[in-house]
């Protein structure tokens, strides 16, 4: 699996996918039952990435550029390919959560991207 | 959550002509009264016309590119014009023919999502346009406003806009979707002034092809025209621009703007009746018809969204924003 973010090559470990139902809800009475009744908007797709760094530099850091990214708030490209999947999007950068490890004195940094799409 | 959309395009849309002065000529031939110049359309365009004539005799004719697009005996002023003219650098100029005087000369360019347009040109076969289906925040597109704007000259002869029934000299006349139409205005040339114009606003629908074909009694007769629609440009006539389709319990939202007039405008929510008894039992909700801009908001609480109907009216307004807030 190949997974690029504003034109970065990830190494990611694992790619989680969801889709959130936008709707409105309202009841109403017909034929003598209540019923709820929904009007659909849309679909909002969002994607968690597990990802990981080997000894890099803070200043060179995806993880940092990722932050910087989301804080200004611009929208990058997201494009995944792989053996029965091919994702090309537009997507907003909404978190960056880092995990810092120590691992026989090398600086591993794990990392999760949380994205939707533009 | 609330969801709104801006059907006027604002950032597209530009003043290119705004000269108060008042111009006068009083010459009984053909003659420039005020050349305002050269404008530059990066795209094709809708052109938005607004001028006022100052004296009720003689006639006045409006060229874009030197080409007439519009004859008046300033009888009916202000002026209130649409005409989608093609990219390029055309020149805007005023010509009349008597005692003439014209003020408060406006141009500017007005987009419209949705739109779609018949270059202006001269008259040489069957035009057709189609407003594509599109779904809106508040429902499907339904019907657009077609609007067509002529000009017409014979040499040395008159020239009339014909409509059902008439019988004039050289006859001009509109048929749309294959029937015969009424134009909404006309300025007649029955003095061989080589200059009649005149207008047609109408409602159709979106999602397939009409047609607007001219005919002429004399094949010398020289028609310009062109055709403009978009659901969002109001007639005279109630448009339903879209068919409502939103929560129930939702509140709607539409503002309605001037465009190329500012007139009294007006949005409706319900059905002429089989029995009517007026608005005031037609509709659930009648916005207060107003000039300038005008918001109508209305919630549905017991009245179905679903087979309602919204109406709007207000020739040469427009709607600029549409907008639902569902709970």
């Known amino acids: ?118 | 959550m609330v969801l709104a959309e801006q059907v006027r395009s604002l950032s597209d849309e530009s003043s290119k002509i705004d000269v108060a002065t008042t111009y006068t000529r009083n010459v009984g031939s053909w003659g420039t009264i005020h050349d305002y110049g050269n404008i530059v359309l990066t795209e094709n365009s809708l052109l938005v016309f607004k001028f006022t004539i100052n004296y009720a005799a003689g006639k006045y004719r409006l060229k874009i590119g030197g080409v007439s697009v519009w004859s008046g005996d300033g009888t009916v002023t202000p002026v209130s014009i649409l005409a989608y003219v093609a990219a390029g650098t055309v020149n805007i100029l005023m010509e009349n023919n008597g005692n003439g005087s014209i003020s408060n000369m406006k141009v500017g360019i007005a987009k419209f999502t949705d739109e779609v347009g018949s270059l202006f040109a001269i008259y040489s076969g069957q035009i057709s346009l189609t407003v594509l289906n599109r779904t809106t925040c508040i429902g499907a597109l339904k019907n657009a406003v077609f609007m067509v704007q002529c000009f017409a000259s014979t040499a040395a002869a008159d020239t009339n806009f014909e409509n059902v029934g008439d019988s004039l000299t050289n006859g001009v006349s509109l048929a749309v979707d294959g029937i015969q139409i009424d134009w909404n205005a006309r300025d007649q040339d029955t003095t061989s002034l080589e200059a009649a114009s005149a207008y047609y606003y109408g409602s159709l629908s979106v999602g397939s092809a009409h047609t607007f074909v001219i005919t002429k009694d004399n094949a010398n007769t020289v028609v310009k025209i062109t055709v403009y629609a978009a659901p969002w440009i109001l007639a005279a006539v109630d448009n339903e621009p879209v068919t409502l389709n939103f929560a129930q319990a939702a509140t709607f939202y539409v503002m309605l703007e001037p465009l190329c007039g500012d007139p009294t405008k007006n949005s409706k929510i319900g059905k002429k009746r089989a029995v009517s008894f007026g608005d005031s039992t037609d509709y659930y909700s009648v916005a207060t018809p107003a000039v300038g801009i005008m918001t109508h908001s209305y919630t549905f609480e017991i009245i179905d969204v679903v087979n309602q109907f919204w109406v709007v009216s207000g020739l040469f307004g427009c709607i600029s924003h549409i907008a639902v807030d569902e709970r």
């Open chain 1, 1 to 118: 699996m190949t997974v690029t973010l504003d034109s970065k090559t990830l190494d990611c470990k694992s790619l989680g996918e969801g889709a959130e139902v936008v709707a409105s809800r309202w009841d109403v009475w017909v034929s003598g039952a209540f019923k709820r009744k929904v009007k659909v908007r849309g679909l909002v797709r969002t994607w968690t990435l597990d990802c990981v760094e080997n000894s890099v530099a803070w200043a060179s850091s995806q993880a940092k550029s990722f932050e910087d990214t989301a804080a200004a708030g611009t929208t990058v490209t997201f494009a995944v390919t792989d053996e029965v999947r091919v994702i090309s999007t537009t997507v907003y950068i909404l978190g960056v959560a880092i995990q810092a490890a120590d691992l026989a004195g090398k600086n591993i940094r794990y990392f999760t991207l949380t994205l939707q799409e533009a």
